[in-house]
């Protein structure tokens, strides 16, 4: 996010950074990590994966429902479609 400030400008969406080391602040970053490593267990190389492979964990993962009951791509629908 080296160039958040154009990002911000161009988007008129705001964009927040986390404290160092203070990763109870980082909720959701710490959840979605947790369930990639279900997949890909620490150490893992990615390049031997498929960029059709990777797409489809991806598709599932955002697909999935969470304790908020709406899944990732759900809101990201309804999130695109109000801003339209």
Known sequence: MASHKVFIAET???VYFYDPQSPWQRGTNENSN???REYFPKETELAGFSQTGLDELALR????????LVSPADKLTVTVASAG
């Open 61 to 68: 993962l955002n697909r999935r429902p969470r304790k908020t």
């Open 34 to 36: 947790r369930l990639q």
């Open 12 to 14: 008129d969406v705001k």
